[in-house]
């Protein structure tokens, strides 16, 4: 099948319409939609390379960029059509051709309460300075609660709010808050740049799409230093374990006095895990959520006391708010919302939990 234009948008509202949230689009296969945590392989005509390079020209295009089939590895890139949606095309190189993977980014931002995430995560994102992260696996949800905090702050607060996005996803209109978008690639020469030239914009919130090396925390973690408040991504599945990545960035040598500043920027930590519902009415989000209390911060200062994080984040939740994954999925299966098999499959400690079901 040749994919033109018009094809493509097709494809892009059948996605819709049956609710993906991904488009496959590979040479040897036929189109696929990622559906819930299912892909299911369309009944069309399998793709050839020249289909997946046309889809590739034309996203490119888009943003007034030459197709050189050759110099493609991976690219990232927004693609909007006009009165559909936007989406975040993926394009990569496989077995000598093009791939793409497209995904559907909601044309208007959820709330808190649309996506069924607690409303605290509105005084995580109030924090007036130092690093918050969402951290979680890949498809996780992490840029949608992201853009969900920025959009509380937009109608909740007056300040300027710069973002870093490799690609945008969600399109922010000022409503309180004027909000700069940059782009990697377009607005920017890359994350480092942006970072190292935006405490020069006189922001308040300053939002990276996600920490991938030592660079971005190292340049990250100086503009929290400053009084700033820093969002970011990082994938990692729960808050140890994204405090282990930020310190294993760094080089050996520099690891002590990284532990310290991680130690004193860090304010808070939202890892995210999908479970699916017991309805089959979609996914529900599991969340763990960290505040750096003063009992953590001092934790935090021994290199062997990350192994208390986790029960003190159990204990401080009537307090600070805070809690652990396998406290939240609890909560989930009594409510109903989640089976007793996805809850244990998607705990830290399945065991512990198997064990607090038992005596319930």
């Known amino acids: 099948m040749a994919l033109d234009v018009e094809q493509l948008h097709e494809l892009l509202r059948f996605a819709l319409h049956y609710g993906a949230s991904d488009l496959h689009l590979r040479a040897g296969d036929a189109p696929a939609l990622r559906v819930s945590q299912d892909l299911a392989t369309l009944k069309l005509e399998k793709l050839s390379p020249a289909d997946t390079a046309d889809v590739a020209r034309i996203i490119l295009a ?108 969600f399109l922010h209109r000022n409503v309180h808050c004027a909000i700069s978008q940059r782009e990697v690639g ?18 308040d919130v300053i939002l990276v799409g996600e920490l991938r090396d030592y660079d971005s925390v190292d340049t990250a973690l100086k503009a929290a230093e400053t009084g700033h408040t820093v969002l970011a991504t990082l994938h990692t599945p729960d808050a140890i374990k ?12 520099e690891q002590e006095t990284a532990r310290r500043r991680v130690n004193e920027a860090i304010e808070a930590i939202v890892s995210q895990r999908l479970v699916p519902r017991v309805d089959k009415a979609g996914r529900v989000a599991a969340l763990e959520i960290l505040f750096a209390t003063p009992a953590i911060r001092e934790a935090l200062r021994d290199p062997q006391g990350l192994t208390r994080v986790r029960d003190l984040m159990e204990r401080g939740r009537d307090q600070w708010g805070t809690q652990s994954f396998d406290q939240h999925l609890l909560e989930l299966l009594q409510a109903g919302l989640i089976s007793r098999e996805d809850a244990i499959k998607n705990a830290t400690s399945p065991s512990d939990l198997e064990r607090v079901l038992l005596l319930a």
Request: proline share 7%; glycine share 8%.
């Open 186 to 203: 377009s607005d920017t020469e890359s994350l480092q740049t942006a970072l190292r030239a935006v405490l020069r914009e006189d922001p």
């Open 242 to 253: 994204s405090l282990h990545r930020l310190v294993a960035l760094f080089p050996a040598e």
């Open 62 to 169: 888009s943003h007034g960029r030459a197709f050189e089939p050759a110099a493609i590895r991976e690219v990232d890139v927004g693609y909007g059509v006009p009165g559909l949606a936007r989406f975040r095309a993926h394009i990569y190189r496989q077995r000598g051709s093009i791939a793409l993977v497209l995904r559907v980014v909601p044309t208007t931002i959820p709330t808190f309460e649309a996506l069924g995430l607690p409303a605290i995560l509105g005084r995580v994102a109030e924090l007036p300075r130092g690093l918050i992260l969402v951290t979680g696996a890949t498809g996780s949800g992490k840029t949608t609660t992201l853009a969900a905090m920025i959009d509380h702050l937009n109608r909740s607060q007056r300040m300027h709010i710069v973002t870093i996005e490799d690609p945008i996803e």
